[in-house]
């Protein structure tokens, strides 16, 4: 009788090795693109979703032109919240990977002005009892808030620090050339 094979879970685990980026294989530019491409779609979806919420509006009564799905507050809240967040963070690395392209003033126009029609069609379907728009607000700043601290702590932290090692080596250096002299 024929022993049934085993699975090699190393061999399974191993397949998506060719798919993850290699210094190697991939330049820097293709990197670039596929991320560009990546954050466009889920960008084209967020917008989409905050422009059509899901449930749609309702067409007839008292609440004509606002969402369905804000009759449950915290659950519409979890959406409008986490939806605006990746927006905001699709429109940050998009801007930080076109940095010094050409036409980057453009592409920055464009971008501000899908915030604003994103923010606008959001303002205009949801019913101003149910949310409190100054958390979408910090939601939509929070990429842009924490790229600024990782920015602000790589120059000053970092350069902190490399001052520090600078100036242990140069009394290890001073003691280094004083033991010789003796």
Request: with cysteine; proline share 4%; net charge positive.
């Amino acid at each position: 009788m024929s022993q049934p094979k085993k699975n090699n879970t190393k061999r399974s685990a191993s397949g998506f090795k060719k798919f993850q980026y290699d210094e190697v294989r991939d330049s820097p530019s293709d990197a670039r693109n596929v991320l560009l491409v990546v954050v466009a779609l889920i960008a084209a979806v967020t917008f989409q979703a905050g422009v059509n919420p899901p449930g749609g509006v309702w067409q007839e009564g008292d609440r004509v032109g606002r969402a369905i799905y804000a009759s449950q507050k915290r659950a519409f809240y979890v959406f409008l919240i986490s939806n605006t967040l990746a927006l905001s963070t699709c429109i940050l690395v998009i801007t930080s990977l076109t940095y010094r392209f050409p036409f980057h003033l453009e592409i920055w126009a464009a971008t501000a002005s899908i915030m604003i029609t994103y923010a606008s069609a959001v303002f205009a379907v949801t019913p101003n009892e149910s949310v409190r728009f100054r958390y979408l607000l910090i939601a939509a700043s929070v990429p842009f808030v924490m790229r600024c601290f990782g920015y602000f702590f790589k120059k000053y932290c970092m350069s902190e620090n490399e001052s520090q090692i600078g100036g242990q080596e140069e009394v290890e250096k001073k003691d280094g050339q004083a033991g010789q002299q003796v």
